[in-house]
């Protein structure tokens, strides 16, 4: 199963229309995984037309995005934790993991800044923005792969 998560969008400041290296990697998944500021729901309507997409709300999205502040889900067996924010850098895994019990694996955005670690048997992994990169070097977003029940991967994709 290939998913592809994403974070911080910003639509329509920074997202007027998926742009063209994003939408090359939205072809061919299964399922996406938004981790929050959408900031306009047309971006989730976007999305779904490649893949189903489950989305958390983040700090810049208003009361028209329809989401969760958190959710669980699993799939293939892989259960997975989203929030939009995961809080400062100090202590993060050990306060995702007091969050999400049962996670194997914790999909944030916020900092805009691509992170995958692993920590007492968690992985926590943040895609970045594809279309505002902040400091970074690159718009970024992730690409998970899960097989037997496993995540058997998880790039850090760049798309500028």
Known sequence: MRVVALSDTHAPRRWR???PRVAELLRGADLILHAGDVCVPSVIDE????????VVKGNNDGPDLVAPETLELTVDEVRIGMIHDSGPAKGRA??????????????FGHSHIPLDETEGGLRI???????DRRRQPHGTL???????????RAEIVNVT
Request: glycine share 6%.
């Open 17 to 19: 229309t998926c742009p």
């Open 47 to 54: 999305l779904a037309v490649y893949a189903p997409v489950h």
């Open 94 to 107: 050990s306060r995702m993991r007091r969050r999400f019990p049962h996670a194997d694996l914790v999909v």
């Open 125 to 131: 992994f943040n895609p970045g923005s594809p279309t």
């Open 142 to 152: 992730g690409v998970l792969t899960i097989e037997r029940g496993a995540l058997a």
